[in-house]
């Protein structure tokens, strides 16, 4: 069963808005993290930017000379 959740916001006059506590909490968005902003048939869709880092298992925060290397062979692989 798919949650809807609908929140009302306001645009200012630099065409900001704020993403509402409840949804940063339940997609896990902190301050300093990047969306993607995808125009879709329905509206505009916010989405996290996946952390690529995460992604193949490099869990700190900061990863090692080498683990970037292999990180960026994987994905040159991959595309």
């Not at 200012?12 to 997609?27: A, D, E, L, N």
């Not at 301050?31 to 996946?50: C, H, M, Q, S």
Request: no cysteine; aromatic share 6%; proline share 4%.
């Amino acid at each position: 069963m798919q949650i809807v959740e609908n929140i009302v916001v306001k645009v200012t006059r630099r065409g900001q808005t704020t993403i509402p506590q409840s949804m940063r909490k339940r997609f896990g968005i902190k301050e300093g993290d990047r969306l993607i902003v995808e125009a879709t048939e329905n509206g505009i869709l916010f989405k996290p930017v996946p952390n690529i880092l995460g992604m193949i298992g490099i869990d700190s925060e900061y990863a090692t000379v080498e683990e970037v290397n292999k990180m960026i062979d994987k994905i040159r692989e991959e595309y």
